[in-house]
């Protein structure tokens, strides 16, 4: 995968394929709130995994151009952390997750 979302930013450039990632992330918006709104019809979960697909492609290709695996893994790391952190925090079991930077 990594060969080919190389080729893809080679190919239409960094700006474009950012770009994408930000269409394919609001498409994703979309499926996912047709779905909640159907309640929970078969057609929009298998259109909310297509562009969840979708989405994890961007991803790696944002990777590539923003930064590199080890600088995401860190802070994924980082993020999965704070995540537990909430997760035990019994003072606020409603909070879920925060829009902080951290």
Known sequence: MKDTCKAAIEKWGANKQLNMVIEECAELIKAISKYQRYEHNGVWRL???????????????????????????RIRQEKIERLKTLIADRDDPERGLSHESH
């Open 47 to 73: 259109k909310a995994m297509e562009e969840l697909a979708d989405v994890s492609i961007m991803v790696e290709q944002g990777i590539m151009m923003l930064g590199t695996p080890a600088e995401f893994d």
